[in-house]
């Protein structure tokens, strides 16, 4: 639950432009458990006032599972993304959805086929509908696994290196820079395992931010 009281000092540094302690104020009321949309653009805002655009990126994306299709949000990403002036990954149609958004719709278009294949008599037409009902259930609970689990991450450094290991004893096979996407597949004792140019590579997870 928020604190009104907080919050409005948040609001006041923002307001008189002081965005380094509004950012300090906006994390303060942050709740990982709970995120709140509009604290995570407000934050984002301020990071963005202050050049890290990086860490702005990140927050606008954790928004952005929260509340995919609101306008202010993607213009704000925009923004973000023509300042960085990067090539960023096509990310999933998924994060047009939330992950509850996904659970009803998997929910209801089973309910609507097992009901619909019960009122069918025609042997074709049931073999038809079954098959149909697995395709979409297998489509819809991938969609929704992968929505829950998928790690995606934001440079917030103004650049990362990338070893082919999971310390920096290993090769170096490329570099990030600030305000790129990266998928991330595993993370270990402060590394992250992330896709790289069609390889796996290793980056330290101190300077990404999840989404």
């Known amino acids: 639950m928020l604190d009104n009281s907080e919050l409005k000092v948040a609001e006041d540094y923002y307001l008189q ?21 509009k604290l995570l653009v407000n934050k984002a805002v301020c990071e963005f006032k202050q050049g890290n655009y990086g860490a702005s990126l990140a927050d606008l994306y954790r928004a952005k599972k929260l509340i995919p299709r609101d306008s202010r949000l993607n213009t704000n990403i925009e923004l973000v993304q023509d300042e960085l002036n990067l090539d960023q990954p096509n990310l999933s149609f998924l994060n047009y959805f939330t992950v509850n958004e996904l659970l009803i719709a998997l929910l ?75 998928n991330v597949k595993s993370r270990h004792r402060g590394w992250s395992q992330i896709s790289y140019n069609d390889q796996l590579g290793w980056v330290q997870e101190d300077n990404l931010g999840y989404f």
Do not use: C, H
Request: no cysteine; glycine share 6%.
């Open 17 to 37: 432009g002081d965005f380094e302690l509004a950012t300090e104020a906006y994390l303060g009321l942050s709740d990982s458990n709970s995120p709140n949309p």
């Open 108 to 182: 209801v278009t089973n309910i609507f086929f097992v009901f619909r294949w019960r009122l069918t008599k025609s042997k074709i037409m049931r073999f038809f509908i079954s098959f149909v009902f697995v395709i979409v259930f297998i489509v819809s609970t991938y969609s929704y696994i992968n929505q829950k689990i998928l790690n995606y991450a934001v440079v917030q450094s103004s650049s990362m290196k990338v070893y082919s290991g999971n310390n920096d004893s290993f090769s170096e096979i490329g570099e990030l820079l600030e305000g790129q996407i990266v």
